[in-house]
C-alpha cells in the first residue's frame, strides 16, 4: 500500500467508513492458522509444490480484492471464478492480504495485521484458501499473497515485545508516519525478524503458495529483504516469485524478482491528462532496463488498488473504454509484465476499494471490453518474442511503437495514445506484409498508417 495514499486515508477516514457496511470487521480471528509465529516449527507440506509457476519475463497477474470481487466477498468467491481469470490470460492470481484484520485503532484497512499466520474469517478458512490455491494450480496458474512487513496492528500478539516495534524518547511505541491504525516494526530485532520470515515460510508449506508481493518494500531495510529472500529461495522444492512494491533498485540486488513501475503509470497518467511526450515511456525504459540485472522485470499497470482508490479507474484515467485499451496495450507489451486490477477487464466504472465491503463487481457490463483483454493477453501469452524478445523503439510523440525481436521471430506495436485520429510514418524497417494478431489477416504496412482515436495495430511475422 502506498504511503502517501495511506496518511491520506487515515485523515479522511469517516468518509470511507461510511462506504462500508456496519458491522462487517476485518479480523479477531484466527480462521485455521496459529496465532504468534514466534516459534520455529515449519509446518507440514501441504500439497504438492507447484511446477508450473512462471519465469519473471513470462508472468501476467490478476490482483484480486476479494472484498469487491464477489457477492461473498471470500475465498470461495475467487474460486468459483478461476476459470474467467485464466481465460484472460493470466498465469499469476495476487490476493490482497488475507490475514485478520485488527481491531484496536483500526479503519478495517486489511494491510493491518493482527496475526501473521492466519486466515480472516472474513474470507473463509485455511481449507477455503487451501480449495483456491489448488483450482489455480489445476488451471496452471501460480497464487501470490500481500504481505505487509513493515507494521502490525495494535492488538497482534508480537505488541507485548516492546523490542521488537519502534519506540520514541519515551519508550512508546510508535506508528508510522501517518499511519496511527498500525505499529511500525523495529528491524534492529533479531527475533522480530526471524518471527517475520517464520511467518513468509509458513505460507508455503500450510497453503502451498507461490510466492509475495511485499508492500510498501522501499521502506524495509535492504538486509532484511536480503534474509527473507534468501530463506525463501531457500526452500528448494518450491520455485517462488517474489514481486517489490518499490522502487529501490537494492530490491533486485536481494533477490526480488519484479518491482512495481511507477515511472510508467504516472508517465501514462501525464500522457492521457497533459499530452506528455510518448516517448518519455521510451527514455524511462532505456534508463530502467539499462541497469537491471537480467531476468528481472518491471511490473507495469494502468490500475492497481492504490491507484484505483486514489486517482480513480482506468475509465477515468484513460479516456474511457478504448483509451483505457490502448494505455493497457501499451503497458503490457512495451517492456515488463502486466498486471489486471480485478474489474478493469470490464470496464467496472465503480472505484473498488480495499475499505469497502458493500460495491461488488458486476462481470456483464462490457463484454466487448473483456475480448479486447483477452486478445491482449492471450497473444502475449502465445508469443515468446513479445514477452522476452529484444524491444526497439519506434514511437513518435503521440503514438507507442516498437518491435520485439526474438531470433527470427518479430511483433511489431502501433499503438495511439491520443483521444483524435493521427496519421504514423512508418518507418522502412516496419514496412511489409504481416499478420494481424488478432484475428490472423493479412496486413500490408506502407509509408504511413492513419490510427484512429486509441487505436491500435499488433502484427506478427
Given at each position: ?431 511489409g506484409s504481416w499478420t494481424n494478431a488478432f484475428d490472423g489477416s493479412t496486413s500490408t504496412l506502407g509509408a504511413s498508417v492513419t490510427l484512429p482515436a486509441y487505436g491500435y495495430i499488433v502484427l506478427h511475422n
Amino acid at each position: 500500500m502506498n504511503r502517501m495514499l495511506h496518511i491520506a486515508l487515515c485523515l479522511s477516514l469517516s468518509a470511507f467508513l461510511s462506504c462500508s457496511k456496519s458491522g462487517t470487521p476485518g479480523g479477531g480471528s484466527t480462521g485455521g492458522g496459529g496465532s504468534t509465529t514466534t516459534g520455529s516449527t515449519t509446518p507440514a507440506q501441504y500439497g504438492t509444490p507447484f511446477s508450473g509457476v512462471p519465469n519473471a519475463s513470462d508472468a501476467a497477474i490478476y490482483q484480486v480484492n476479494m472484498r469487491a470481487f464477489s457477492s461473498t466477498g471470500d475465498f470461495a468467491g475467487v474460486t468459483a471464478r478461476l476459470d474467467s481469470i485464466k481465460a484472460l490470460g493470466i498465469n499469476v492470481v495476487y490476493l490482497l492480504p488475507i490475514y485478520p484484520v485488527g481491531v484496536l485503532k483500526s479503519i478495517n484497512s486489511p494491510y493491518c495485521i493482527q496475526y501473521f499466520d492466519s486466515v480472516s474469517t472474513e474470507y473463509g478458512t485455511l481449507t477455503d484458501l487451501r480449495a483456491l490455491v489448488d483450482g489455480a494450480h489445476q488451471r496452471n496458474m501460480a497464487v501470490i499473497l500481500d504481505w505487509v512487513a513493515e507494521e502490525t496492528s495494535w492488538d497482534n500478539p508480537w505488541i507485548s515485545n516492546t523490542s521488537w516495534y519502534q519506540t520514541d524518547g519515551a519508550g512508546n511505541i510508535i506508528s508510522p508516519n501517518g499511519y496511527n491504525d498500525v505499529a511500525a516494526l523495529n528491524f534492529n530485532s533479531s527475533p522480530m525478524r526471524a518471527a517475520m520470515i517464520q511467518a513468509m515460510k509458513y505460507w508455503v508449506y500450510a497453503a502451498n503458495i507461490d510466492g509475495y508481493r511485499m508492500d510498501d518494500a522501499d521502506v524495509v531495510p535492504f538486509n532484511f529483504w536480503q534474509q527473507a529472500v534468501d530463506t525463501l529461495r531457500a526452500i528448494s522444492t518450491h520455485k517462488l516469485l517474489l514481486l517489490a512494491e518499490g522502487s529501490a533498485p537494492s530490491e533486485f540486488t536481494a533477490g526480488f524478482n519484479l518491482q512495481y513501475d511507477f515511472g510508467a503509470y504516472g508517465i501514462m497518467k501525464n500522457i492521457f491528462a497533459n499530452g506528455q511526450h510518448v516517448t518519455s515511456l521510451d527514455s524511462l525504459t532505456i534508463a530502467e532496463y539499462g541497469s537491471m540485472p537480467a531476468g528481472d522485470y518491471m511490473m507495469r499497470y494502468t490500475s492497481n488498488h492504490d491507484v484505483d482508490l486514489s486517482d480513480g479507474t482506468p475509465l477515468t484515467l484513460f479516456g474511457g473504454q478504448q483509451g483505457s485499451i490502448a494505455a493497457f496495450l501499451a503497458q503490457a507489451y512495451m517492456q515488463g509484465i502486466p498486471m489486471v486490477y480485478n474489474g478493469q477487464e470490464v470496464g467496472c466504472p465503480t472505484q473498488l476499494t480495499y475499505f469497502n465491503t458493500s460495491t461488488t463487481i458486476n462481470w456483464s457490463i462490457n463484454p466487448g471490453m473483456e475480448v479486447m483483454y483477452k486478445q491482449i493477453l492471450g497473444f502475449r501469452a502465445s508469443s515468446t518474442a513479445l514477452r522476452q524478445g529484444a524491444w526497439t523503439t519506434y514511437s513518435s510523440s503521440d503514438v507507442v511503437a516498437f518491435t520485439k525481436m526474438l531470433g527470427t521471430d518479430t511483433v511489431v506495436v502501433i499503438d495511439n495514445l491520443r483521444s483524435i485520429p493521427i496519421s504514423y510514418t512508418v518507418p522502412t524497417a516496419l514496412q511489409g506484409s504481416w499478420t494481424n494478431a488478432f484475428d490472423g489477416s493479412t496486413s500490408t504496412l506502407g509509408a504511413s498508417v492513419t490510427l484512429p482515436a486509441y487505436g491500435y495495430i499488433v502484427l506478427h511475422n
